[in-house]
């Protein structure tokens, strides 16, 4: 068992080159922030209040992850290809 502090390391370099890869771009950001306030509202998605909030939206990257801000309040957080719209 003499590999295994090489195996965790390979390990920890292949999740965070994973993480870097699959970092959500701006549009996928803006994308589920439409489709989730689409999903809550009807009314809204008629009005188009998803677009008008991911148009406002400032997208920020740490390299492993990333989220939208509009304002003081953040819109949605990602990572690994996923994108979490807060409420």
Same mark, same amino acid.
């Given at each position: =068992? %003499? /590999?295994?502090? @090489?195996?965790?390391?390979?390990? @920890? !370099?292949?999740? +965070? @080159? @994973? !993480?870097? !890869?699959? /970092?959500?771009?701006?549009?996928?950001?803006?994308? $589920?922030? *439409?489709?989730?306030?689409?999903? %809550?509202?009807?009314?809204? $998605?008629?009005? #188009?209040?998803?677009? +008008? *909030?991911?148009? !406002?939206? /400032?997208?920020?990257? +740490? #390299?492993?992850?990333?989220?939208? &801000?509009? #304002?003081? *309040?953040? +819109?949605?957080?990602?990572?690994? #290809? =996923?994108?979490?719209? =807060? &409420?």
């Amino acid at each position: =068992m %003499r /590999n295994t502090p @090489l195996i965790t390391v390979a390990t @920890l !370099a292949a999740a +965070l @080159l @994973l !993480a870097v !890869a699959l /970092n959500p771009s701006p549009e996928r950001h803006r994308e $589920r922030i *439409k489709e989730a306030v689409g999903e %809550r509202s009807p009314v809204a $998605r008629v009005f #188009g209040v998803g677009a +008008l *909030k991911a148009f !406002a939206s /400032n997208y920020h990257s +740490l #390299g492993v992850a990333s989220y939208t &801000q509009a #304002g003081d *309040k953040t +819109l949605s957080v990602g990572a690994f #290809g =996923m994108v979490f719209v =807060m &409420q």
